[in-house]
């Protein structure tokens, strides 16, 4: 017992001998609130179930002593009800990290969903074969941004939960990003910092009415630093960068707290979409 101890306290283990003659490991990789934090954020993941979130959690709790270990039973995840669960996603994550460091392409089969909601693959299995270059966690799920035909668009953007069958193409190489036409600037941070949804689109200026004071938190929790709030002859405003797609998708999401004043384009979507909206629905009133 002893010599076990006096290994582990080579190995830089804070372990305390009691005067009562005990021993006691005072401090741990984790901590509890820390591993309060971690639990919470598995839970919110949509790309996992459940079931693999709490599988993750029992792992993580192992880092503490047993009077501190919980049990999250009482955690529900809104998402088990509606969503498909992969049980390989981590296998494909991994898979997608080796390739990129083997600077090879990888080939997948995709998942789509029928009228009866049960997934099928794409195209009777066809294997994408693309060149990966980041896997991208967007509202708690992951995307991998990589190029497969660059004559619809250099960037394209695959759900990794869809992928299946994944696999590794050792003859071929990756194609780099910067080769790409208008590709050679691209910074992944930019990319992301302008887009609150993960969409293709123009990057534009929009700015906003702001009719709900307390509406300025939406503002505040989606762009953070990417948006201007400020006050004009009373009026409260917000002036954001981003993702012309997800501006539009993100302003549907909270009509009723704001207006749309700029640019044009958006405006003139948006209008268009409230009539497409009264006209579909017209006949039920």
């Known amino acids: 017992m002893a010599f076990s101890i006096y290994l582990l306290q080579e190995l ?3 372990i305390n001998k009691s005067p009562k003659g005990g021993y006691a490991l005072l401090s741990r990789n984790f901590d509890n609130s ?9 839970f919110s993941m949509k790309s996992l179930s459940k079931k693999q979130a709490t599988t993750l959690t029992k792992k993580l709790n192992s880092c503490l002593s047993k009077y501190q270990r919980k049990e999250y039973n009482y955690i529900y995840k809104s998402g088990d009800f509606n969503t498909y669960e992969n049980k390989d996603l981590f296998y494909t994550l991994e898979l997608i990290e080796e390739a990129k ?15 009866s909601g049960e997934p099928y693959t794409k195209m009777d299995g066809f294997r994408y074969i693309v060149s990966p270059y980041y896997s991208v966690n967007s509202n708690s799920r992951y995307f991998l941004m990589c190029n497969y035909r660059e004559k619809y668009r250099p960037i394209q953007l695959f759900r990794i939960d869809y992928i299946v069958n994944p696999k590794i193409e ?20 930019t990319y992301l910092k302008h887009t609150v949804y993960l969409l293709e689109g123009d990057v534009i200026a929009a700015s906003f009415k702001i009719e709900d004071e307390n509406a300025i938190q ?17 009026n409260q405003y917000a002036t954001v960068t981003g993702n012309e797609n997800a501006l539009f998708y993100w302003y549907m999401q909270y009509s009723e707290s704001f207006t749309v004043l700029a640019p044009q384009s958006l405006v003139r979507r948006v209008r268009e979409e409230a009539e497409r909206i009264l006209k579909k629905h017209a006949t039920q009133i």
């Open 12 to 14: 830089d283990y804070d």
């Open 34 to 42: 820390e591993i309060r934090f971690i639990t919470d954020a598995l």
């Open 218 to 234: 939406f503002v505040v929790d989606w762009f953070g630093n990417n948006a201007r709030v400020y006050k004009r002859n009373g």
């Open 170 to 189: 050792d003859e071929w190489p990756i194609k780099p990003i910067e080769s790409l036409e208008g590709m050679k600037d691209f910074n992944i941070y």
């Open 101 to 115: 460091k083997k600077g090879k392409r990888i080939s997948f089969q995709y998942l789509s969903f029928n009228e």
